[in-house]
C-alpha cells in the first residue's frame, strides 16, 4: 500500500509559478512510474504528466509542455510538479498517482493510488 500526500497549491495571478510536491509513504516508491492529473470544476480528471522510475522518461501533455515539468528525488520519496507561465484554465485540482509499474502511464484507469488532491487557482 501506497500513501501520497499533495502539497503546494495555492491561489497565483496569471503568469505565476507554483511547486507542486507529492510524499509517497512505503520502500518501493523508487520502483514505481508516477503521474499527476488534474480536474476542474465540470470536468473530467485528464492527464498532466508522468515520470517513470529512474526520470529517464518523462511526458507532458499538449496544454502544459513547456510549461510544466515533472521531476522526482528517489531519496526523498516525492515527485514535484513545477508549473510556470500559469494560466486561468490551469486553474483545478491535482492529483498526484502512483503506478505499479516503471514505465510512464497515461490512462487515469492504469494508475494504482491516488492523493487527496491540491487546489491550484490562477487568476485572472
Known amino acids: 500500500q501506497v500513501r501520497l500526500v499533495e502539497s503546494g497549491g495555492g491561489l497565483v495571478q496569471t503568469g505565476g509559478s507554483l511547486r507542486l510536491s507529492c510524499v509517497a509513504s512505503g520502500r518501493t516508491f523508487s520502483s514505481y512510474a508516477m503521474g499527476w492529473f488534474r480536474q476542474a470544476p465540470g470536468k473530467e480528471r485528464e492527464f498532466v504528466a508522468t515520470?517513470?522510475?529512474?526520470?529517464?522518461?518523462?511526458y507532458h501533455a499538449t496544454s502544459v509542455k513547456g510549461r510544466f515539468t515533472i521531476s522526482r528525488d528517489n531519496a526523498k520519496n516525492t515527485v514535484y510538479l513545477q508549473m510556470n507561465s500559469l494560466k486561468p484554465e490551469d486553474t483545478a485540482i491535482y492529483y498526484c498517482a502512483a503506478t505499479e509499474t516503471r514505465h510512464i502511464l497515461i490512462l487515469r484507469s492504469q494508475y494504482d493510488y491516488w492523493g487527496q488532491g491540491t487546489q491550484v487557482t490562477v487568476s485572472s
Open positions: 515520470i517513470n522510475w529512474n526520470s529517464s522518461t518523462l
